[in-house]
């Protein structure tokens, strides 16, 4: 299917500072999850959002599941080396799944 | 560690040929989804199982096949390979269909 529209593309910051992205779609999903990969490895899950209006966190990750149904946006504070790496989105749907193209984050100590 | 499995990890083969990808859900998890992801892009779903059978189909080729198994493990299935089916092939598992999706470490083709 479509991806989803994620930005930004990639970000550079520097250690401590925050860190916010975020997704949308013309169509409306079921639930919202986040994912962070490291090149050659595989997605791990930080964050799923079921409801509509949602907040949850996740450590110094936080993630919203817009109001509207089509959007998502995720934070993260307070940024370490470790968390260099790609994130990205994905919206579901009964069997329609779609992904962001993600945004790459770079961390500079 | 996601609790889902993929074998082998890596599989470097030459154009023409076949392969079989392996993959082993989280306990519990009934639904199977694989994935392809070529170098520097986004995730490409293929096919989805749940329970053993068929539920969704992606961007699958015709020489792609898969099927999930009694005992909830899954195959996918790559014949008349080439070199653009190179790629990171990966398979999540969830519960059920609007669940979270666990990934797996993935198996990385290689066609020569």
């Known amino acids: 299917g479509q991806q989803l529209n994620q930005s930004p593309q990639s970000m550079f910051i520097q250690e401590g500072e925050d860190v916010s992205m975020n997704c949308t779609s013309s169509?409306?999903?079921?639930?919202w999850l986040w994912y962070k990969q490291d090149p050659g490895e595989g997605p791990v899950l930080l964050i799923a959002?079921?409801?509509?209006?949602e907040l949850t966190s996740n450590g110094r990750l936080t993630a919203q599941f817009g109001i509207t149904r089509k959007d998502s946006f995720l934070n993260i504070s307070a940024s370490i080396p470790s968390d260099v790496g790609i994130y990205f989105c994905?919206?579901?749907?009964?069997?329609?799944?779609?992904f962001g193209a993600g945004t790459r984050l770079t961390v500079k100590p | 560690d996601s609790g889902v499995t993929q074998t082998p990890k890596h599989l470097i083969t030459a154009t023409g040929q076949r392969v079989t990808l392996r993959c082993s859900p989280r306990?519990?998890?009934?639904?199977v989804y694989w994935y392809q992801q070529s170098l520097d892009q986004g995730l490409q779903f293929l096919i989805q199982?749940?329970?053993?059978?068929?539920?969704a189909k992606g961007n699958i080729l015709e020489r792609f096949s898969a099927q999930q198994f009694p005992d909830l493990h899954s195959e996918l299935n790559l014949s008349s390979l080439e070199l653009g089916d190179s790629a990171l092939y990966f398979c999540?598992?969830?519960?059920?269909?609007?669940?979270?999706?666990?990934f797996g470490p993935g198996t990385r083709l290689t066609v020569t």
């Open positions: 999540a598992s969830s519960k059920d269909r609007d669940y979270e999706q666990y």
């Open positions: 169509s409306i999903f079921n639930t």
């Open positions: 959002l079921y409801k509509a209006g």
């Open positions: 994905a919206g579901q749907r009964n069997n329609d799944m779609r």
């Open positions: 306990s519990g998890d009934l639904s």
């Open positions: 199982y749940y329970n053993g059978e068929e539920r």
